[in-house]
Nanobody, 117 residues
Framework: QVQLVESGGGLVQAGGSLRLSCAAS????????MGWFRQAPGKEREFVAA????????PYAHSVKGRFTISRDNNKNTVYLQMNSLKPEDTAVYYC??????????WGQGTQVTVSS
């Protein structure tokens, strides 16, 4: 199983940018599809973006398309989420996840992103 640790969250004004990082442990990172999810207060966790082991990205969530970019560095066992043009509605806890054989099997502890208006 992959252990995941997110970082890079914080408080930012609307229109600003943040880059989230997710450091993974384990020898299987380079062969694992990775994803970012988020959960806002009172809402269900939602998919944001995913990237395959070879760097191909799946369609982004409509709400972040054109503003967020997922990437990975297999040499550093790290996946990133670059978030630009942030909006107050992007406020959420952001989670990194690793895809297993039966779905998203490993999750990080989450990092808080707060966007002020």
């Amino acid at each position: 199983q992959v252990q995941l640790v997110e970082s890079g969250g914080g408080l930012v004004q609307a229109g600003g940018s943040l880059r989230l990082s997710c450091a993974a442990s384990g020898r299987t990172f380079s062969s694992t599809t990775m994803g970012w999810f988020r959960q806002a207060p009172g809402k269900e966790r939602e998919f944001v973006a995913a990237i395959t082991r070879s760097g191909i990205t799946t369609p982004y969530a409509h709400s972040v398309k054109g503003r967020f970019t997922i990437s990975r560095d297999n040499n550093k066992n790290t996946v990133y989420l670059q978030m630009n043009s942030l909006k107050p509605e992007d406020t959420a806890v952001y989670y990194c996840a690793a895809q297993g054989t039966t779905g998203w099997g490993s999750w990080g502890q989450g990092t808080q992103v707060t966007v002020s208006s």
